[in-house]
């Protein structure tokens, strides 16, 4: 495991919980911060060489790690690969740059359609993995460009329409690939107009959404005619607690961390939500959340 060091910080033995959106999860084996793409690239040719189990991480807010940790290699994007530039009224973003980062890069010069942008936690690889989106607007609609690993860790590019965008999906997700960075096409705007809209938005999620409790944003995905959170919250599981784990009492639509819960408490919560709610109406709540 020694060769990884050389492509970056190496953490051994690290808690997953200190990086999780969650705050839970074991150690994993080796955490490698690679410096710069190349050096990812070479740390994944490494695990594939020597079939090591590995995982790429960008931000840790939508993945719920094993209390026992990850027996493998961890290459965790959080806090590296986060160039983001500005070329007219394209934003080119690494896949460790968080939405919000680049968001308020548009913002600085005057760009607008990253606005809903603003206050989803993920970083631009994870997000743009599962189209990730809020307030009426989704990744898909501001995507021009992205540049990929494949899985024989060739660097290809895809426009938006070869992305295959839906809701919560990619062709990235179906095939495993690794986002190494995106362009996003935006429009000009008016500075204070863009930043009044990033703000009201921010309100309207600090004044809805469970931010001072951990957790993973969404818990699920909305079912077709349905609203998760109303569903929930009609199954009468409003506030429910299992263990140190339960339903936000602020957005039925969150399953949080209320009180040192593990992530098998968590894991459990979800499983019973979905249970009940499919009992009460007949409806599959589908996670957002990754296991890893």
Do not use: W
Request: hydrophobic share 35%.
């Amino acid at each position: 495991m020694k060769e990884f060091e050389k492509y970056g910080k190496v953490l051994k033995n690290e808690p997953l919980k200190k990086y999780t959106s969650f705050k839970t999860g074991g150690p994993a084996n080796l955490i490698l911060f690679p410096e710069s793409e190349e050096d990812l690239i070479s740390a994944l040719k490494i695990c594939k060489e020597r079939n090591l189990k590995h995982i790429v991480l960008g931000n840790c807010t939508n993945v719920l790690a094993k209390d026992e940790g990850f027996d493998g290699v961890v290459i965790m994007l959080k806090g590296v690969l986060k160039d983001i530039s500005v070329s007219g009224d394209l934003v080119t973003a690494s896949a460790g740059a968080t939405l919000r980062e680049v968001a308020e890069h548009a913002l600085e010069k005057s760009l607008k359609g990253l606005e809903f942008a603003h206050g989803i936690p993920g970083s631009v690889g994870g997000g743009v993995i599962m189209n990730a989106g809020a307030y009426d607007g989704e990744l898909k609609d501001v995507v021009e460009s992205v540049r990929l690993l494949d899985n024989d860790l060739n660097i290809i590019e895809l426009d938006n329409k070869e992305m295959n965008f839906g809701y919560r999906q990619s062709i990235a997700q179906e095939k495993g690939y690794i986002v190494l960075s995106a362009k996003f096409k935006l429009n000009k705007g008016n500075y204070e107009e863009i930043k009044s809209k990033m703000e009201d938005l921010m309100k309207r999620r600090s004044d809805k959404q469970p931010l001072d409790m951990p957790s993973a944003g969404s818990t699920f995905r909305r079912p077709e005619g349905y609203f998760a959170g109303k569903l929930i919250d009609d199954s009468g599981l409003r506030g429910f607690t299992h263990g140190g784990a339960g339903i936000s009492e602020k957005h039925c639509g969150f399953v949080v961390n209320k009180n040192n819960a593990t992530s098998k408490e968590i894991k459990e919560t979800i499983e019973i939500v979905q249970k009940v709610v499919y009992d009460n109406f007949n409806v599959k709540l589908v996670r957002e959340v990754k296991y890893i």
